[in-house]
T-cell receptor
Framework: DQQVKQNSPSLSVQEGRISILNCDYTNSMFDYFLWYKKYPAEGPTFLISISSIKDKNEDGRFTVFLNKSAKHLSLHIVPSQPGDSAVYFC??????????????FGQGTTLQVKP | KAGVTQTPRYLIKTRGQQVTLSCSPI?????VSWYQQTPGQGLQFLFEYFSETQRNKGNFPGRFSGRQFSNSRSEMNVSTLELGDSALYLC????FGQGTSNEQFFGPGTRLTVL
């Protein structure tokens, strides 16, 4: 039962254009969502997060949109740079004693930004 | 502020042996979570510790255990190693491991190879 899904294993965009990475979830109890970037042989690096009480959060070139009715979130990177090439993970967490410290991750999307 | 550190970075063990991995969280962070990353299963939650207590546990056999010390440093132990335990083990720390305080910061990971 995969509660967080990233249906696109890979995405290729041209430098300077927008990258849009998508994520769907099934558990309506999720109330906090995060995006991470990961390079090979390194741990995930936190990028941006959004609480379920918001529908948008922006940090520099990164914007996350949350559509609760569709159980969908997306990460927009504008403009895309070659250094953004990495694997991007969507993660979700829920409140409650059985969910402390636990993030549920999607399978990841490999982004390639071409110069 | 120093990030999350993990030691050792690489380990090679044989089946049946046991292994201990160490994690030092970001200063001030009290919650430490552990994850296993494999190509087939992605990032899977192992367990979370807070104030020296295991608060949450994922769906892994009892061979996987951990502990947390009074300075929030954590260790995880895997006994009777199996070939399938070969993975990248990631430690993450957060302030309190709940809600928007579940913003987790990851260490570089320990690459465990079981022969």
């Amino acid at each position: 039962d995969q509660q967080v899904k990233q249906n696109s294993p890979s995405l290729s965009v041209q430098e300077g254009r927008i990258s849009i990475l998508n994520c769907d979830y099934t558990n309506s109890m999720f109330d906090y969502f995060l995006w991470y970037k990961k390079y090979p042989a390194e741990g995930p690096t936190f990028l941006i997060s959004i609480s379920s009480i918001k529908d948008k959060n922006e940090d520099g070139r990164f914007t996350v949109f949350l559509n609760k009715s569709a159980k969908h979130l997306s990460l927009h990177i504008v403009p895309s740079q070659p250094g953004d090439s990495a694997v991007y993970f969507c993660a979700a967490s829920a409140h409650g004693s059985g969910n402390t410290g636990k993030l549920i991750f999607g399978q990841g999307t490999t982004l390639q930004v071409k110069p | 502020k120093a990030g999350v550190t993990q030691t050792p970075r690489y380990l090679i063990k044989t089946r049946g042996q046991q292994v201990t991995l160490s994690c030092s969280p970001i200063s001030g962070h009290r919650s430490v979570s552990w994850y296993q990353q494999t190509p087939g299963q992605g990032l899977q939650f192992l367990f979370e510790y807070f104030s020296e207590t295991q608060r949450n546990k994922g769906n892994f056999p009892g061979r996987f255990s951990g502990r947390q010390f009074s300075n929030s440093r954590s260790e995880m132990n895997v006994s009777t190693l199996e070939l399938g335990d070969s993975a990248l083990y990631l430690c993450a720390s957060s302030l309190f491991g709940q809600g928007t305080s579940n913003e987790q910061f990851f260490g570089p990971g320990t690459r465990l190879t079981v022969l």
